[in-house]
């Protein structure tokens, strides 16, 4: 595509409940970023993907977070038992081989009540 | 954890007049680069520059790094009422290669006004 899509781009949920982003990077971009920024902060990274793997996940802040990326281009930020705290808008990111400049989305709102 | 911070959290100025912000950052980069973002979504990618350049320039964009200071500034002249936006530098991890995993600074929200 154009650009990185994220979808939905506003989640409402209830605390306990389950649920999944989706982020569609830039089409031939091999490596993929999650972030997370809550109001008034910059983002802070989540999880990096080069092609299938995740290359680095040390940004997950606990064992209710988890992403894949089955097929090396569509990835997916998975958030179990959602609490208040988890309430931020989460971004994903992408870019080319032999680049450091990312090209974000416009995010997902995840607003848990 | 934030790598770097920005300065000043937040400015207001006119249309026309310039706007200087400023980033310092903690440890040893290969790069710097900076970042605009509307109304806290999806961020762009403005500059990058590199850590054996010192100044780069982009439009009216202007970017000035000091290794020596750990520090950058990104200077925007004759700024227009659309460059409002929060503005963000980021630094890559020195050993991730040609990774892009990107640790930002705190942002200034800059507001230009009529």
């Known amino acids: 595509g154009a650009g990185v899509s994220q979808t939905p781009s506003n989640k409402v949920t209830e605390k306990g409940k389950y649920v999944e982003l989706r982020c569609d990077p830039i089409s031939g971009h091999t490596a993929l970023y999650w972030y997370r920024q809550s109001l008034g902060q910059g983002p802070e990274f989540l999880i990096y993907f080069q092609g299938t793997g995740a290359a680095d996940d040390s940004g997950l802040p606990n064992d209710r977070f988890f992403a894949v990326r089955p097929e090396g281009s569509v990835s997916t930020l998975k958030i179990q038992r959602t609490e208040r705290g988890d309430s931020a808008v989460y971004l994903c990111a992408s870019s080319s081989t032999g680049r450091t400049e990312a090209f974000f989305g416009q995010g997902t709102r995840l607003t848990v009540v | 954890s934030q790598q770097g911070e920005e300065d000043p959290q937040a400015l207001s100025i006119q249309e026309g007049e310039n706007a200087t912000m400023n980033c310092s950052y903690k440890?040893?980069?290969?790069?710097l680069q900076w970042y605009r973002q509307n109304s806290g979504r999806g961020l762009v990618h403005l500059i990058l520059i590199r850590s054996n350049e010192r100044e780069k320039h982009s439009g009216r964009l202007r970017v000035t790094l000091d290794t020596s200071k750990k520090s950058s500034s990104l200077l925007i002249t004759a700024s227009r009422a659309a460059d409002t936006a929060s503005y963000f530098c980021a630094t890559p991890l020195l050993n991730t290669g040609t990774a892009s995993k990107l640790t930002f600074g705190t942002g200034t929200r800059l507001q230009v006004t009529l």
């Open positions: 440890t040893s980069i290969n790069n």
